[in-house]
């Protein structure tokens, strides 16, 4: 009894299909890799985009808060922040260095209670907002690595001399 040859199996997909579908996986997979080195060069790049935002952002509030101060505060911290009869001076290496960003804020927003220094925020009945206030100690720190050695600040124009 001779078996009979097994028959041909047909091919699963059309020839045709087949070639289609290989060029799909080619064409999905070259993508794939173009995504796989275009992502860690992003995120290489992405620090230095916000650190380039963050930059910037600092450089407008110097500028913003420089016109704030000058028309706000001057009067009685001095035009180059020198102080006054009674305000301190800010100009010094140590209130910036004894002042951090958040404390100046407050005071500033808040103001001096029995003193010649007003709240400023318009939260506490001030003329400023709080973006404005941040943008004057922006300005204000950027004395920091300039600014002369005050240890009386608190003086004012006096300490300084
Ligand atoms: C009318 C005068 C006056 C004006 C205007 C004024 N200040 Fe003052 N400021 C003072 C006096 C006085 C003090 C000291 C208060 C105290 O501690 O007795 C002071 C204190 C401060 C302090 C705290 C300094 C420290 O020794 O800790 C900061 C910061 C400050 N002022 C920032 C500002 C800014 C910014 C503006 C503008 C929005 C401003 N001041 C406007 C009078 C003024």
Not at 5 to 17: D, N, R, T
Not at 23 to 38: E, K, Q, W
């Amino acid at each position: 009894m001779a078996k009979d040859p097994k028959p041909a199996l047909k091919p699963f997909e059309p020839e045709w299909l087949e070639r289609s579908l290989d060029r799909y996986y080619t064409v999905g997979l070259l993508f794939m890799l173009v995504l796989i080195v275009a992502f860690p060069l992003y995120k290489l790049s992405e620090p230095n985009l916000r650190k380039d935002a963050k930059a910037e952002q600092q450089a407008n509030y110097v500028v913003y808060g420089a016109e704030l101060y000058k028309n706000t505060c001057a009067q009685c911290h001095g035009e180059k922040a020198a102080g006054g009869g009674s305000a301190p001076t800010l100009n010094s290496k140590e209130f910036l260095g004894a002042t951090s960003d958040g404390q100046m804020q407050s005071i500033i927003g808040v103001g001096v209670p029995g003193s010649d220094m007003s709240a400023w925020n318009m939260d506490f009945g001030g003329a400023l907002t709080s973006e404005q206030i941040r943008e004057l100690v922006t300005y204000i720190r950027s004395f920091e690595p300039t600014a002369p050695s005050i240890p009386d600040w608190r003086k004012g124009a006096k300490a300084a001399g």
